[in-house]
């Protein structure tokens, strides 16, 4: 009796230390961003909201200013 509740225990431990852990999901999948510094005004923006004049970044207020 011992043996069989041994075993089965064993089973289990295996399936769910080297068998499940292939079907998870990685939880790594964050998108990563990329933070540049204004050259006016001198914070960070996101590089997808900045924008480039003259080989340079700038924020949005700061494009605003400038006209």
């Known amino acids: ?3 069989k509740l ?3 225990i ?3 431990a295996l399936i769910y230390f080297f068998i499940l852990p292939k079907f ?3 939880k790594n ?3 990563t961003q990329n ?3 204004c050259e ?3 914070i960070f923006g996101n590089i997808d909201e900045m924008i480039i004049s003259d080989g340079k970044y700038f924020c949005k207020d700061c494009i605003k ?3």
């Open 1 to 3: 009796m011992f043996a």
């Open 6 to 8: 041994f075993m089965a």
């Open 10 to 12: 064993l089973i289990i």
């Open 24 to 26: 998870r999901t990685g």
């Open 29 to 31: 999948d964050k998108k």
């Open 35 to 37: 933070f540049v510094e």
């Open 40 to 42: 006016s005004c001198h």
């Open 65 to 67: 200013d400038k006209k």
